[in-house]
Antibody
């Protein structure tokens, strides 16, 4: 059974960089070409897709966040990562990593999700 | 950007009720629409994909319909486990979610 697990600091200071890693277990990231993604959810609010990356490194970014976000992948470690620079309180959210249902396409929903990790931006 | 608008934002219902949630896209997305269920403190769970296809393991009381810009999620007979927040998501151009519909106990 595929499992995804987010990890990273739970508290980040304003203007600093938020860094998260998603570790995938129960399957190899390089066995099929999925667009692995990050989604976030501010407390009490809705879901926002942040970025996606394929095993070959092709990336897609939410235009509203693109200037501050970098997604990367390390298939040898079965991990992909997210960096958000110059964070503010508005970046406080539960961050989820997820895998889409279908390989080789961005036209697909997300069917595997991590449990989520709360990142708070505060001094 | 494709905007997704759900209605209502909150829905009060009782066990056994038929429940309908609507999602509208700012322009046509074909059938590239998914529905998710989210419970407090949990990750979203995929219910419906490609507008009307039910995900494996999801009860048949959940039904999705629509295409283009208008979509509907129907729960034919609400069960206690169904009280949750539901999100639509388009995936025709990147991924965009609706703002959510909370189904609460009447």
């Amino acid at each position: 059974q595929l499992q995804l697990q987010e990890s990273g600091p739970g508290l980040v200071k304003p203007s600093e960089t938020l860094s998260l890693t998603c570790t995938v277990s129960g399957g190899s990231m390089s066995s099929s070409s999925y667009y692995w993604g990050w989604i976030r959810q501010p407390p009490g609010k809705g879901l926002e897709w942040i970025a996606s990356i394929s095993d070959s490194g092709s990336t897609y970014y939410n235009p509203s966040l693109k200037s501050r976000v970098t997604i990367s992948i390390d298939t040898s470690k079965n991990q992909f990562s997210l960096k958000v620079t110059s964070v503010t309180a508005a970046d406080t959210a539960v961050y989820y990593c997820a895998r889409p249902a279908d390989p080789n396409t961005v036209t697909t929903a997300f069917d595997y999700w991590g449990q989520g990790t709360l990142v708070t931006v505060s001094s | 950007d494709i905007q997704m608008t759900q209605s209502p934002s909150t829905l009060s219902a009782s066990v056994g009720d038929r429940v309908t949630i609507t999602c509208r896209a700012s322009y046509s997305i074909g059938s590239w629409l998914a529905w998710y269920q989210q419970k407090p403190g949990k990750a979203p769970k995929l219910l419906i994909y490609k507008a009307s296809n039910i995900q494996s393991g999801v009860p048949s009381r959940f039904r999705g319909s629509g295409s283009g810009t208008q979509f509907t999620l129907t729960i034919s007979s609400l069960q206690p486990d169904d009280f949750a927040t539901y999100y639509c998501q388009q995936y025709n151009g990147y991924w965009t979610f609706g703002q959510g519909t909370k189904v609460e106990f009447k």
